[in-house]
């Protein structure tokens, strides 16, 4: 548990969890690895990096997201091929969602928190050029992209021309959140898709 976005993450899970939801959250930990059944009933699976040493985040995150494509692929077919949807939190896990919606035919929405943009704003650098790339992908590979405020929509479809029909604004503080992301959920889960 780092920060507000894993706060945000435990509390949807857990609720989706109440509603009879079956949960997976694939996450990372440097000492911990395993799967653990919550007291909520969501089921975590937690991965490190098999490479330890790097230069910088975005190293990090390619060679962890392999870790996290293998993990999301065997609770897949473990679950008899019965994983709907990928929800990513941000851009970190992008690689991994997009390599599982390709190669397993699942669709993943893309929950943004926050975009390289407004992290570094006057940096243009190739590492930073990279993180946009990656945040791009995210956009033009995802089902849907959920933001928490009309100004983040608006910066969405500003910095990546995203198409405004594929944003849905969820605030993160009302009551009525978890119902939200929930037909969105189901309106995925009832389209058709294109299985291998």
Same mark, same amino acid.
């Given at each position: 548990?780092?920060?507000?976005?894993?706060?945000?993450?435990?509390?949807?899970? @857990?609720?989706?969890?109440?509603?009879?939801?079956?949960?997976?959250?694939?996450?990372?930990?440097?000492?911990?690895?395993?799967?653990?059944?919550? !007291?909520?009933?969501?089921?975590?699976?937690?991965? %490190?990096? &098999? =490479?330890?040493?790097?230069?910088? =985040?975005?190293?990090? =995150?390619?060679?962890?997201?392999?870790?996290?494509?293998?993990? $999301?692929?065997?609770?897949?077919?473990? $679950?008899? #091929? #019965?994983?709907?949807?990928? *929800?990513? +939190?941000?851009?970190? +896990?992008?690689?991994?969602?997009?390599?599982?919606? %390709?190669?397993?035919?699942?669709? +993943?929405?893309? @929950?943004?928190? !926050?975009?390289?943009?407004?992290?570094? &704003?006057?940096? *243009?650098?190739?590492?930073?050029?990279?993180?946009?790339?990656?945040?791009?992908?995210? +956009?033009?590979?995802?089902?849907?992209?959920?933001?928490?405020?009309?100004?983040?929509?608006?910066?969405?479809?500003?910095?990546?021309?995203?198409?405004?029909?594929?944003?849905?604004?969820? &605030? !993160?503080?009302?009551?009525?959140? =978890?119902?939200?992301?929930? #037909?969105?959920?189901? $309106?995925?889960?009832?389209? &058709?898709? *294109?299985?291998?």
């Amino acid at each position: 548990m780092v920060g507000q976005l894993s706060e945000y993450v435990k509390a949807l899970t @857990s609720e989706l969890s109440e509603k009879k939801i079956d949960v997976n959250v694939v996450t990372y930990d440097d000492r911990l690895t395993g799967e653990t059944q919550e !007291s909520s009933g969501v089921k975590t699976v937690r991965v %490190n990096n &098999p =490479v330890k040493t790097h230069i910088g =985040v975005l190293t990090w =995150v390619l060679t962890l997201n392999q870790e996290v494509e293998r993990v $999301s692929a065997n609770l897949y077919y473990d $679950s008899n #091929k #019965k994983i709907d949807l990928i *929800n990513v +939190f941000d851009w970190h +896990f992008i690689p991994a969602a997009v390599t599982l919606k %390709n190669g397993l035919g699942i669709p +993943f929405i893309y @929950s943004i928190e !926050s975009l390289e943009e407004h992290r570094s &704003p006057t940096a *243009n650098s190739s590492y930073n050029m990279a993180i946009k790339s990656i945040e791009w992908l995210g +956009f033009y590979e995802s089902h849907i992209a959920i933001v928490k405020s009309e100004w983040m929509k608006e910066e969405v479809i500003r910095i990546y021309k995203v198409p405004k029909e594929k944003i849905a604004v969820i &605030p !993160s503080t009302q009551e009525a959140t =978890v119902n939200k992301i929930l #037909k969105i959920y189901h $309106s995925i889960r009832e389209e &058709p898709r *294109n299985k291998t």
